[in-house]
C-alpha cells in the first residue's frame, strides 16, 4: 500500500519556464512533507519542507504548495534551469507515528536548454 | 559541518556472501535511517537506530540488520547476498527523530553477480 504516489515518473520543460511536480499521499496522520532533489549516483539533497499548519512555503525558486483536503502537495520551480535537472522525491511523515519518512517514488525532471 | 559519510562507496560482492556497510551522521545527530534504493522503487526504508537500539525497522527479510554505536555511527550487515540485493543503499542523519528533516550521504553502491 502506497502512501505517498507521485504519479508522473517523468516531466519535461523548456529552461526558464515554470516546472510543477505533484505529490499525492493517502495517510491523513501525515503532518509534515518534504521534498529532496537526488542526482544519479548521489544521495538526495533536502530541498523545501512545509508543515501542515501552512499551505504554502517558499524558498527562492522553489515552492511548495499544500492542499489537505485533497491530499495533495505540488513542488514549483520558477523559472527552470538545465541544473535543475534531477530526480525529485516527495516524502511524508507524521507525529506519533512510527515516525519515519515515507517516500514517493519519485518523478524525473529533465529541464531542456 | 561535515554531511553524513558512507563507505565504502562502491561495492561488488557475489551471491552467498556478506557486506558490511558504514555510515557516519553528521555531528550532533542521533537518529540514522537506512534505504534501499532500486530502479523504479524509490527510497525503500530499511532501518532507523536511535542511541544504539533499532526504533523502527521496514520490511526487509532478516538477512538485514544493523547496529548504532555510542558515537551515533552506524553499520548495517546483509547476509547471504542475493543477486536482488543489488541497489545504492543510502544513510541519512538527523537531530533525534527520523520524521523530521533528514540528511542523506552519498549512497554504497553495492553489486551482487
Known amino acids: 500500500d502506497q502512501q505517498v504516489k507521485q504519479n508522473s515518473p517523468s516531466l519535461s520543460v523548456q529552461e526558464g519556464r515554470i516546472s510543477i511536480l505533484n505529490c499525492d499521499y493517502t495517510n491523513s496522520m501525515f503532518d509534515y512533507f518534504l521534498w529532496y532533489k537526488k542526482y544519479p549516483a548521489e544521495g538526495p539533497t533536502f530541498l523545501i519542507s512545509i508543515s501542515s499548519i501552512k499551505d504554502k512555503n517558499e524558498d527562492g525558486r522553489f515552492t511548495v504548495f499544500l492542499n489537505k483536503s485533497a491530499k495533495h502537495l505540488s513542488l514549483h520551480i520558477v523559472p527552470s534551469q538545465p541544473g535543475d535537472s534531477a530526480v525529485y522525491f516527495c516524502?511524508?511523515?507524521?507525529?506519533?507515528?512510527?515516525?519515519?519518512?515515507?517516500f514517493g517514488k519519485g518523478t524525473k525532471l529533465t529541464v531542456n536548454p | 559541518k561535515a554531511g553524513v559519510t558512507q563507505t565504502p562507496r562502491y561495492l561488488i560482492k557475489t551471491r552467498g556472501q556478506q557486506v558490511t556497510l558504514s555510515c557516519s551522521p553528521i555531528s550532533g545527530h542521533r537518529s540514522v535511517s537506512w534505504y534501499q534504493q532500486t530502479p523504479g522503487q524509490g527510497l525503500q526504508f530499511l532501518f532507523e537506530?536511535?542511541?544504539?537500539?533499532?526504533?523502527n525497522k521496514g520490511n526487509f527479510p532478516g538477512r538485514f540488520s544493523g547496529r548504532q554505536f555510542s558515537n551515533s555511527r552506524s553499520e548495517m550487515n546483509v547476509s547471504t547476498l542475493e543477486l536482488g540485493d543489488s541497489a545504492l543503499y543510502l544513510c541519512a542523519s538527523s537531530l533525534a527523530r527520523p520524521a523530521e528533516t533528514q540528511y542523506f550521504g552519498p549512497g554504497t553502491r553495492l553489486l551482487v553477480l
Open positions: 516524502a511524508a511523515s507524521y507525529q506519533g507515528g512510527s515516525e519515519k519518512l515515507v
Open positions: 537506530y536511535f542511541s544504539e537500539t533499532q526504533r
